[in-house]
């Protein structure tokens, strides 16, 4: 060999050396960075208590937290067991315990609306329970009136008239708790939806599918619905029929893409809408924000349907909530509503954004990056604002749980991780966010 082989072969190994050195370097840090946004986001949350434990099957739901009480609100399927391995006829193929456990349709069909009650020290137990696959609910700020409505689809009949399944509805209410309810007169096969009631717990509406809207002033003995106006729905699909000359009959299952109630009764309602004449103007793509003062009569409505308090081109709105001063914060993403695209559409990135209202008018707006998939909006009371999201970056199979928050009314937001969680609570009286994650109940203070 001579010297300047030599000395070449030299670099070469001088050169993987380094490469490796670097690369070696590089997953260090990497795994140094992981281990400490891992212990941030573990170190951030005080472990309470282990609740529910015992309340089979497992899972999470919709959790209320105040004081030292604590709500769960969780439709659920019914429990199935495993076989004893012994009583397996292959040993390697596990068996369910019960011939049903292997239908689908008959687990969802033996599917329940769940609640419970309790507090943190002594854990929770069921205070209601209803068949149904989903369901709603609302509970006063005392937490002694309650409402809950259910949803339960024979998934063995064939689909109704509309190309969707049978289903069943059923309204509940409870003024002492939970400790004894009363089912309310309500039409079996007209959903029910989310009740939102004002803190008396007698004046509210109940908020459905197929975009209807009812009203009620005396604890939901008795309910008036209010009509919307004939763009109100504009999600259309073929009649089930199939025979391609039908019309396209409206989307019974469309929602309302928000919708909040202030403490001063009045409603907002928001939905998009690909055309619309209004009292002044041909609105194209856009969404439509409404505020309903309570107790509007029918006459009145009209005029309210053609003058919008808001209209967002391009926008759809995810979350409302009034404040105290009375203007509107509003979650919305950028674009047409993804359901709405063409068939072949490249779905491009849809931007959150956080926007505040003062009378309708747009007074700010604050854009979040693009891995921000927004969730619900809460308000403290002093003004926080707290934003519930999933945190998923391009390339990005599963999302991370995260939280944004803002303490100068939307100007500025910060992030945090906030690892998995089943169950998720901002109890703004005290400014502290709850987690429900295997077994384990965990604060946080903001």
Same mark, same amino acid.
């Given at each position: ?17 380094? #490469? ?12 140094? /960075? ?13 472990? *309470? ?48 315990? *019960? ?7 008959? /687990? ?124 109100? @729905?504009?999600?259309?699909?073929? @009649? ?39 009292? #002044? ?79 309708? #008018? ?85």
């Amino acid at each position: 060999m001579n010297v300047a082989s030599g000395l070449k072969k030299y670099q070469g190994v001088c050169f993987l050396l380094a #490469k490796c050195l670097v690369l070696g370097l590089a997953s260090f840090i990497v795994l140094i /960075v992981s281990f400490y946004f891992l212990y941030r986001a573990a170190s951030m949350w005080t472990f *309470e208590k282990e609740i529910m434990k015992n309340d089979k099957p497992y899972g999470g739901g919709d959790l209320r937290v105040k004081n030292r009480d604590l709500l769960v609100f969780k439709p659920i399927e019914p429990l199935t067991k495993i076989k004893e391995v012994k009583d397996w006829k292959d040993p390697n193929v596990a068996e369910f315990a *019960e011939p049903w456990m292997y239908d689908v349709k008959e /687990v969802s069909n033996r599917s329940s609306v769940r609640l419970l009650r309790g507090t943190i020290e002594n854990d929770v137990k069921r205070i209601f329970e209803q068949r149904g696959q989903n369901g709603g609910w609302w509970v006063s700020p005392d937490w002694k009136t309650i409402y809950v409505t259910t949803e339960w689809m024979n998934y063995k009949l064939p689909n109704g008239s509309d190309g969707y399944g049978q289903a069943w509805h059923t309204l509940w209410r409870s003024q002492d708790g939970g400790d004894n309810w009363q089912q309310l007169k309500w039409p079996e096969l007209i959903n029910a939806g989310q009740p939102l009631f004002l803190a008396d717990g007698m004046r509210g509406y109940l908020i459905a599918w197929d975009m209807r809207v009812w009203r009620t002033q005396d604890s939901g003995d008795h309910w008036e619905e209010l009509k919307l106006p004939a763009w109100a @729905n504009q999600q259309l699909h073929p @009649n089930p029929d199939g025979n391609g000359f039908s019309p396209w009959v409206k989307d019974t299952r469309a929602r309302f893409d928000a919708f909040d109630l202030a403490s001063n009764g009045t409603l907002r309602l928001s939905f998009f809408v690909k055309k619309a004449q209004l009292a #002044k103007q041909l609105i194209n793509n856009s969404s439509l924000v409404y505020a309903l003062p309570w107790g509007i009569s029918e006459n009145d409505l009209f005029n309210k349907w053609i003058n919008p308090e808001t209209i967002l081109p391009m926008e759809v709105v995810r979350d409302i909530k009034s404040d105290k001063q009375e203007g509107q914060h509003l979650i919305t993403l950028q674009g047409m509503p993804i359901d709405w695209q063409k068939t072949g559409d490249v779905q491009r990135i849809r931007l959150a954004n956080y926007v505040y209202l003062n009378k309708g #008018k747009e007074v700010l707006r604050h854009v979040f990056p693009e891995y921000v998939k927004p969730g619900a909006l809460f308000v403290g009371n002093k003004n926080e604002l707290v934003l519930a999201a999933d945190k998923k970056k391009k390339g990005q199979i599963m999302s991370d749980s995260m939280t944004v928050v803002s303490k100068d009314m939307g100007k500025s937001w910060d992030e945090f991780i906030d690892g998995s969680a089943y169950a998720w609570y901002y109890e703004a009286e005290v400014n502290r966010i709850w987690k429900y994650e295997t077994y384990s109940l965990y604060r946080r203070d903001l």
